[in-house]
């Protein structure tokens, strides 16, 4: 007689596998209590408006260089979590129902989306200026690591780790060891201090330029009841809770996005789509968490109106709150994980790629802003500086220092374009995927990212040129 105990061994819970997942959650949620509570007690760090989440994987940084504690923090653990956290917190922001009263118009929210892409082709191009050279010259670097600029700057630790790992896969193709995860999440933690401080001090100078008023709003003010409720929307808590409800149909989107990519990686597509689709597709758990989570509202809505769903069971507060910690756990986990066991040969070009880029997003979103945003330039440009170093949070904050009602369109600008610029923005992922192959892609990747760039911001300037040439 065979025992079902024979076949499936007993998991007791003395065992350390059975806490080990758990416990890293632990050190995460502890890191960014304690993130908080310095960003909260020490003036500075709060005037210098850097993340809590950042703040807490620096801590965790400073806790794994300390002898004998580096084994309490598993790196895979921390990779997983950051990789899992930016799909979902996409499928949670695509979730929602954005109706919202727009001041923008449509012309600028896809201006803005336009800027917003054409500053990630920027920062691909000052990426690839500065490692093309030193690969061409003889450093044993890899060429296409440039090109993850934009994805620590302008998306932030899930991308900078997604397209990482691809990178260090075919540097290893070419015999070159490249620890690209580590690289790439390293930019895109000095993204958010790049936003962070730069944005703070280039602040304070026109503040006391008499430029612009930085301007408090109480935090009665910041939530109202209409954030939390919505019409005819289910109770709180029923047979089931409403939070439930919404981590449930963000887990189940997101379980859509795992069946779908594994069912593509099963399809005969050639050497295009064996070499460079079918890996990247993994990386594009967010775009595909996004598009699906459009999917599972539009056909929501069609229930609705068919009359076999009558109440509404999406609830933006609750799905803005759901992306939020996933976004700040992706913070922590991704800063957490970076390893500098290796980095020690890279300072270099670390150094030279982080600061040109940073002077190259500051003065062309500034330049761009400008133009674009005559009536509220500086509102306009603080918003997106910060989400093109760091994340759109990033962005708000910044924003609400000189505009905490959101009386400017410069927050509704930054909201409406996330689509614009995805569909903008697509072309360079898929180059992403193309460039690492070979020394000549990476090449022919450049001058394809330099006429793009110019065709933006052609388009964004359309109004100033044409002006002249009526003159």
């Excluded at 609705?304 to 986990?333: P, Q, T």
């Excluded at 440009?381 to 220092?401: Q, Y």
Aim: a positive charge.
């Amino acid at each position: 007689m065979v025992l079902l105990a024979d076949v499936y061994p007993v998991m007791t819970f003395d065992r350390p596998e059975a806490w080990m997942w758990l416990v890293q959650f632990c050190i995460l949620a502890t890191a960014l209590l304690l993130g908080n509570a310095l960003r909260t007690q020490i003036p500075f760090l709060k005037k210098s408006l850097l993340p809590s989440a950042l703040l807490g994987g620096l801590l965790l940084l400073i806790f794994k260089s300390i002898p004998g504690c580096e084994k309490m923090l598993d790196k895979n653990v921390m990779e997983i979590v950051t990789y899992h956290a930016l799909g979902l917190g996409f499928v949670a922001l695509a979730l929602k129902n954005n109706k919202i009263e727009s001041k923008s118009s449509p012309v600028k929210v896809v201006e803005t989306g336009a800027l917003t892409a054409s500053t990630y082709v920027i920062q691909g191009i000052v990426g690839l200026l500065v490692t093309v050279p030193m690969f061409y010259f003889g450093k044993r670097f890899f060429y296409a690591s440039g090109l993850l600029l934009p994805m620590g700057y302008g998306q932030g630790p899930g991308q900078a780790l997604n397209f990482g790992k691809i990178f260090t896969r075919w540097a290893a193709v070419q015999g070159i060891d490249f620890p690209g995860a580590d690289f790439g999440l390293a930019i895109a933690a000095t993204g958010f201090i790049v936003g962070s401080v730069m944005g703070v001090v280039y602040m304070n100078i026109l503040r006391r330029r008499g430029e612009v008023a930085t301007k408090k709003l109480s935090e009665a003010m910041v939530n109202k009841l209409k954030d939390f409720v919505g019409r005819n929307e289910i109770p709180d808590s029923e047979s089931i809770d409403k939070l439930s409800v919404q981590i449930c149909m963000v887990l189940f989107v997101y379980f859509l996005v795992y069946l779908f990519t594994n069912w593509i990686q099963g399809m005969e597509m050639g050497d295009f789509g064996t070499n460079t689709l079918k890996p990247m597709l993994w990386g594009f758990n967010f775009l595909l968490g996004t598009l699906f989570g459009i999917a599972f509202k539009w056909l929501l809505g069609r229930f609705k109106k068919a009359k076999i769903v009558h109440r509404e069971y999406i609830n933006n507060y609750m799905l803005n709150r759901i992306s939020g910690f996933c976004f700040d756990i992706m913070i922590v986990a991704g800063t957490a994980s970076i390893s500098f066991e290796e980095f020690g040969k890279f300072v270099v070009p670390f150094i030279l790629v982080c600061v040109l880029g940073a002077v190259a997003t500051f003065y062309y979103v500034l330049y761009i802003s400008k133009h674009l945003y005559p009536d509220y330039k500086y509102e306009g440009f603080f918003s997106m500086f910060g989400m093109l170093t760091g994340t759109a949070s990033n962005g708000m904050i910044l924003l609400r220092e000189i505009d905490p009602k959101f009386e400017t369109p410069a927050a509704n600008n930054l909201v409406l374009q996330s689509l614009v610029a995805v569909v903008l923005g697509f072309p360079i992922l898929l180059l992403m995927g193309y460039a690492p192959q070979s020394f000549k892609a990476t090449l022919i990747t450049l001058g394809i990212l330099i006429l793009f760039w110019t065709g933006l911001t052609l388009f964004l300037l359309r109004t100033k040129i044409f002006k002249k040439k009526r003159k």
